[in-house]
């Protein structure tokens, strides 16, 4: 079992690398790798796509790297690999981004990324640390975490869903923001669960274990 944690020049991987090795070893859930190869894209058996910065900076990167994001669209849509996007990884899952100027997203989870405005302007922008998800569907990687948990959060734009039942969990912000989607074998989780402590670990390790 070989997990492809995808590297296109848009963030810093070390702390995502280091929490998704130690679960996969004591979920006894095979080996984890950082990778800008397309070879190793293609034969992972679930594929994880962080992304730090800005939406249309962090889609050029990724449509920047041919190979990877062919490899990535081949092994999601065509062989239904487990795929996970973490924060702008996630955002990158939708049909839009607005964030400085109109850019297409890879239209996994219909819905537009748009910049957090909270009804309650005391609330600052980014949304920047711990907040309690609230599960609104279930799914295997909320295994052993309830409403209420803490994850943590570091963002601006925020992903509103065209479909309700593909937003699995919700923050509240001054209103609702996203925090996690998910159809098929798609998942994103707005926040970052490799800084999210046990929550965060448990949810990367129920990842890292489920089967569609």
Not at 112 to 125: C, H
Not at 128 to 154: C, E, Q, R, S
């Amino acid at each position: 079992m070989l997990t492809a944690i995808i590297d296109y020049e848009s963030g810093n991987l070390h702390s995502a690398e280091k929490a998704f090795q130690r679960m996969a070893r004591e979920m006894d859930a095979g080996d984890v790798v950082v990778t800008s190869d397309a070879d190793v894209v293609a034969r992972a058996d679930r594929l994880v796509l962080p992304g730090d910065g800005a939406f249309p900076a962090c889609a050029a990167e990724l449509r920047g790297h041919k190979g990877i994001y062919d490899a990535m669209v081949e092994a999601v849509e065509h062989k239904g690999r487990p795929f996970l996007g973490i924060c702008v990884g996630m955002q990158l899952m939708a049909s839009t981004g607005h964030e400085y100027t109109k850019t297409p997203g890879i239209g996994w989870v219909g819905g537009d990324v748009v910049r957090i405005d909270p009804a309650d302007k005391t609330l600052k922008v980014p949304h920047m640390g711990w907040n309690d998800l609230v599960i609104d569907h279930g799914h295997p990687v909320f295994a052993g975490v309830k409403t209420g948990d803490h994850v943590y959060f570091v963002h601006s734009y925020q992903f509103q869903v065209a479909d309700a039942t593909e937003r699995l969990a919700h923050v509240d912000y001054g209103g609702d923001v996203t925090a996690v989607i998910g159809r098929d074998t798609m998942l994103g989780m707005q926040f970052h669960p490799e800084k999210s402590q046990d929550v965060g670990l448990r949810m990367i390790g129920n990842f890292l274990t489920w089967t569609p």
